[in-house]
């Protein structure tokens, strides 16, 4: 059996080279505040890959997206060992664009922090008097750069990303910026007001496109989970306080208030997080993982 070893670790994922294609493995491992924490969280991995998998499906129509298959035996053998089972999926080769491409249709966050202090996102004015978790009157699209592991990302205005682009694809930047700009709103758009008929609030989320060999902008990395998204609960959804979420605010709201743990959560709190991730996924997708 061929050995695989990967291509490119990221706090949660590994990505392993397949000649013509990849292969995404969405590990257990957990990050909060950009660090990876010692504990795994088991079946994660298989829920973000799953949940990647519904929505690609759900909005292939919208824009086409890099997901060939999440079926073990369409991957080489070594894909088809116990560790690997429902947390891979095989993928096209793109040549990914080098902006995060985040979406805000509910005001928390930093988001909130920021409008606290100048009324505005990003440098994007908002109307007065929001109060905390409040729907925005239209989502806005607020880029950043991609950091390297252990740096933070930097938002930047939606300019700044032609600039971006048109240094790493010269003559292409407005052309490419205007695009994602464009897919991503028309995603959040359509996936919110499903998300809100099954009894979830996406508060926000982040995408990220890639070209194809055609030069087509294509949806790739992970899409709508729990971790590039803040999910909550439509029951009980109440603006003017924080909400409870789909994610790792617990992880979150732990680590702030131990802060000599060491990264070291209690079995509880990872308990209760598989099972929020869990919930959500039922939710969505009516399925059980």
């Given at each position: 059996?061929?050995?695989?070893?990967?291509?490119?670790?990221?706090?949660?994922?590994?990505?392993?080279?397949n000649k013509d294609s990849?292969?995404?493995?969405?590990?257990?491992?957990?990050?909060?505040?950009?660090?990876?924490?010692?504990?795994?969280?088991?079946?994660?991995?298989?829920?973000?890959?799953?949940?990647?998998?519904?929505?690609?499906?759900?909005?292939?129509?919208?824009?086409?997206?890099?997901?060939?298959?999440?079926?073990?035996?369409?991957?080489?053998?070594?894909?088809?060992?116990?560790?690997?089972i429902g947390n891979s999926?095989?993928?096209?080769?793109?040549?990914?664009?080098?902006?995060?491409?985040?979406?805000?249709?509910?005001?928390?966050?930093?988001?909130?922090?920021?409008?606290?202090?100048?009324?505005?996102?990003?440098?994007?004015?908002?109307?007065?008097?929001?109060?905390?978790?409040?729907?925005?009157?239209?989502?806005?699209?607020?880029?950043?750069?991609?950091?390297?592991?252990?740096?933070?990302?930097?938002?930047?205005?939606?300019?700044?990303?032609?600039?971006?682009?048109?240094?790493?694809?010269?003559?292409?930047?407005?052309?490419?910026?205007?695009?994602?700009?464009?897919?991503?709103?028309?995603?959040?758009?359509?996936?919110?007001?499903?998300?809100?008929?099954?009894?979830?609030?996406?508060?926000?989320?982040?995408?990220?496109?890639?070209?194809?060999?055609?030069?087509?902008?294509?949806?790739?990395?992970?899409?709508?989970?729990?971790?590039?998204?803040?999910?909550?609960?439509?029951?009980?959804?109440?603006?003017?306080?924080?909400?409870?979420?789909?994610?790792?605010?617990?992880?979150?709201?732990?680590?702030?208030?131990?802060?000599?743990?060491?990264?070291?959560?209690?079995?509880?709190?990872?308990?209760?997080?598989?099972?929020?991730?869990?919930?959500?996924?039922?939710?969505?997708?009516?399925?059980?993982?």
């Open positions: 059996m061929q050995e695989f070893k990967p291509m490119k670790e990221g706090k949660v994922r590994e990505i392993y080279d990849l292969i995404m493995v969405a590990t257990d491992r957990i990050s909060a505040f950009d660090v990876i924490l010692k504990n795994k969280v088991t079946k994660k991995g298989t829920v973000l890959t799953q949940m990647s998998k519904f929505w690609f499906d759900y909005t292939k129509d919208i824009v086409p997206n890099h997901m060939i298959s999440v079926d073990n035996k369409d991957m080489p053998e070594f894909f088809q060992q116990e560790q690997f999926m095989l993928v096209k080769k793109l040549e990914m664009l080098p902006i995060e491409c985040i979406v805000r249709g509910y005001i928390t966050g930093s988001g909130w922090a920021s409008y606290q202090k100048d009324g505005t996102v990003c440098g994007i004015q908002l109307p007065q008097g929001l109060q905390e978790c409040d729907k925005l009157p239209e989502p806005i699209y607020t880029p950043s750069t991609k950091a390297e592991i252990g740096d933070h990302d930097e938002n930047i205005s939606f300019e700044k990303s032609i600039d971006v682009l048109e240094k790493q694809f010269p003559g292409h930047g407005q052309e490419y910026a205007t695009k994602i700009k464009e897919a991503t709103l028309a995603l959040y758009k359509a996936c919110a007001d499903y998300a809100l008929s099954r009894g979830i609030i996406i508060a926000d989320t982040k995408f990220e496109f890639g070209l194809d060999e055609n030069g087509n902008v294509v949806l790739a990395d992970e899409m709508l989970t729990p971790d590039s998204s803040r999910f909550w609960p439509l029951d009980g959804y109440k603006p003017g306080q924080s909400q409870p979420s789909f994610d790792k605010q617990f992880v979150r709201d732990w680590l702030k208030a131990n802060p000599d743990s060491d990264y070291n959560l209690p079995q509880e709190i990872i308990d209760k997080t598989i099972a929020k991730y869990k919930e959500a996924y039922h939710l969505l997708t009516g399925k059980e993982i």
